[in-house]
């Protein structure tokens, strides 16, 4: 199958080719099907890149399975987290998510240490500039520590 496609604003076309061996599934069928696939693909990526499934040393089969299975179960409540996040910081990624985790950790660690705890006012104000640390995307100002 190949489908054109046309950028609106430059009405440049452009081709993809989709391959299927099975002759009789529909088009929206194929297409839906590559839609899973790179998903699956995205997965493994994340998976990897962000939560260390290509990091674990294990080597017997258990270990190997439960190591895969936290990978990938990290990944779901990811994703889940990171649409939540997205409400209130729209455009944000996976390293948005992780800096912004870190930093709300290490606010409440200190906060601890403290002899005597700050007015509220402040430990938001605090909690809004740490949680911004490494992010890639500029947080929103609505930061509220929970």
Known sequence: MILVKTNLKTNA???????????TLSDDKIIDYYKLRFQIEFNFRDAKQFWG??????????????????????????????AQFRENNPGSGIVDLQAYCRGFRYV??????????PEPIFNAQIFAKLTSVGRIHNASTAVEPS
């Not at 076309?13 to 002759?23: A, G, T, W």
């Not at 990091?55 to 990811?78: E, K, P, Y």
């Open 13 to 23: 076309p452009s081709h993809v080719i989709l391959f299927s061996s099975d002759l």
């Open 108 to 117: 409440r660690e200190m906060l601890k240490m403290l002899p005597q705890q």
């Open 53 to 82: 499934l290509e990091d674990f040393m294990n080597r017997g089969q258990t270990a190997v399975t439960n190591a895969a299975n936290l990978s990938f179960f990290i990944v779901n409540l990811s994703h889940d987290l990171l």
